[in-house]
């Protein structure tokens, strides 16, 4: 199996179904990319009508994205690849990611179908009956408050269900939003035969079978202990009745879940052997494609934006969440997410650049460090982290103001700023830092940000230079699974891959401006701002 994992002629595919588009990334023995390519919802299959991906529901709470979209993404990407001339015959293993938290709800009867896939035709038409759920919820949803308060009662309490899940209750998770289907529309649960996470449910895709969680991605529902890597039967309980038999058995992250479906083999040319090793959530694919060890900490910005870290002893609390390390066994990741991400920055460059990526680096480039004094809290959507919502722009004495100057930098600083408020206030180490800044950024407004997130957090940034880290690290995962049993470590399969590169350092004298040393402290601006913001209206 070694032998076989590093011959340069054999590929390997990361796959990420993520919020706004689907992406593949291929490499070869050596770890070089060979092939990328993606498929945007919004534009692309423009007949489900999403807006970044999703669909925003009228109680602007509930957020859903239609699952045969998701469906149709995979024709139309591996389509593309077979137009463009990707020789799937060498293709050894593949993985992927899903955004975190999603949940798929199939049909009884279709596991039969997935068995049976006939190749002459389309995934998205042997499945369109194959969903109880046509719209499935996704992590921007806020609105299962109601099942996050009964569940916390239920088992205990906020930090009890943290301490079990690495979480407390949150109403993205997938328990949550489970147990809002099963009250909501009960026929619908009642005709679910399997639920699936958004990574679960890719895998079947390519197994031609219902899928298992893996730990990591399953540290994302509220349902599963992180330290008995179990379903965890009060949470079970709490949530749905029958539940554990629609999740089925949970994997490890470098689990071989078996042979890819014949359905592929026959209609784009993959090796009949060609192994699907468990998906994952999108955050621990990344965690995987940035190469991150212990100590390292990760801030990536896509439609959410997160910040991660690779730990060994997890100390959950009512902030932030654990997951369980999708690359090593014993160990685990930290990570603190943001709603208002990308969609946010773009609706500033519309509004303050003129749509311009190229004017919104110019004039974030020709603003103080610090935009003197003026910051600003962009929660245009309910926040995750802290739970708030609107915008709120303060100067330099803390006074609430209206109208902005400077607007672009006070998101950009502030964004970065909250991002180390919190990191520090959960006790996380800054040693080095890796942002992976999303596709959806040009390169010369990724290396600004590179440069204000440097400043912000006073540390070197290294950044990895594919797009899309999620990919590469499931592409890279690929390659472990066929390894892992032997005891390789995922270090040891990584190592030929691209190093980091040192993008930039702090600006000398930016910490001056930036009074990032009050930031640290409850008086910091920032702060202020949040208790400005967060006190009972
Ligand atoms: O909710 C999140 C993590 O907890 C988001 O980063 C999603 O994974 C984005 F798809």
Redesign the pocket.
């Known amino acids: 199996l070694t032998t076989m994992a590093t011959s340069t002629d054999s590929f390997y595919l990361g796959f990420d179904f ?2 706004q588009q689907l992406k593949v990334v291929a490499v070869d023995g050596n770890l070089s990319v060979v092939h990328q390519d993606s498929v945007q919802f919004d534009s692309e299959l423009p007949e489900f009508g999403t807006q970044g991906g999703v669909h925003i529901h009228a109680d602007s709470l509930t957020v859903t994205s239609p699952v045969l979209m998701w469906v149709k993404a995979l024709d139309l990407i591996l389509g593309k690849m077979k137009n463009a001339g990707f020789d799937f015959s060498r293709v050894k293993a593949l993985s992927g990611s899903g ?4 949940s798929v709800y199939w049909r009884k009867g279709t596991n039969q179908v997935l068995r049976d896939l006939h190749p002459g035709k389309s995934l998205h038409e042997l499945l369109k009956g194959g969903f109880a759920v046509s719209d499935s919820p ?2 921007m949803d806020s609105s299962t408050t109601e099942q996050c308060q009964y569940l916390e009662t239920a088992v205990g309490g906020a930090q009890r269900v943290a301490d079990i899940t690495g979480s407390r209750a949150y109403e ?1 998770f997938t328990g949550n939003q489970i147990a809002k289907i099963y009250k909501a529309q009960p026929e619908k649960y009642e005709d679910t035969e399997r639920i699936s996470l958004v990574s679960s449910f890719a895998a079947s895709l390519f197994l031609g079978s219902y899928a298992a969680i893996d730990y990591s991605d399953g540290s ?1 529902m509220n349902l599963m202990d992180i330290f008995s890597k179990q379903w965890a039967d009060s949470c079970l309980e709490a949530t749905a009745p029958h539940l554990e038999e629609r999740l089925g058995a949970l994997v490890h992250s470098s689990a071989v879940l078996g042979l890819l479906s014949p359905y592929h083999v026959t209609r784009y040319g993959f090796p009949e052997d060609c192994k699907v090793v468990a998906f994952t ?3 621990p694919g990344s965690l995987a494609g940035m190469r991150l060890q212990e100590g390292d900490i990760a801030v990536s910005l ?3 934006d ?1 910040v991660f870290l690779w730990i060994k002893e997890p100390r959950p609390t009512v902030e932030g ?1 654990i997951f369980c390390n999708p690359v090593d066994r014993p160990s685990y990741m930290a ?1 603190i ?1 943001y ?1 208002n991400g990308s969609l946010t920055r773009e609706r500033i460059r519309n509004k303050c650049a003129g749509g311009s990526w190229e004017v919104f680096s110019s004039v974030l480039r020709t603003t103080p460090i610090g935009n003197d004094g003026n910051i600003g809290i962009y929660f245009d959507a309910m926040e ?1 982290t802290p739970s708030a919502v609107g915008v709120h722009r303060f100067d330099k004495d803390n006074t609430k103001v209206s109208a902005k100057t400077g607007e672009i930098r006070a998101l950009v600083e502030g964004q970065f700023l909250a991002k180390r408020v919190h990191a520090e206030k959960l006790g996380y180490k800054i040693s080095e830092w890796m942002p992976n800044i999303s596709n959806n950024m040009q390169s010369h407004s990724s290396s600004l940000h590179t440069q204000v997130l440097s400043d912000v957090f006073d540390a070197p940034v290294y950044t990895i230079d594919v797009a899309n880290s999620a990919c590469l690290g499931c592409g890279y995962r690929a390659l472990q699974g066929l390894v892992a049993e032997s005891g390789v470590s995922f270090a040891e399969t990584v190592r030929k891959a691209p190093e980091p590169q040192l993008a930039v350092t702090p600006t000398p004298g930016a910490d001056k401006h930036l009074n990032w040393v009050e930031v640290r402290t409850l008086t910091g601006p920032l702060q202020k701002a949040y208790f400005l913001l967060l006190k009972p209206f």
């Open positions: 993520s919020t955004q975190q938290h999603g996704v992590w993205r994302g959530g999108d955050n896509g439609t959410s997160t969440h990570l997410c709603k995750i």
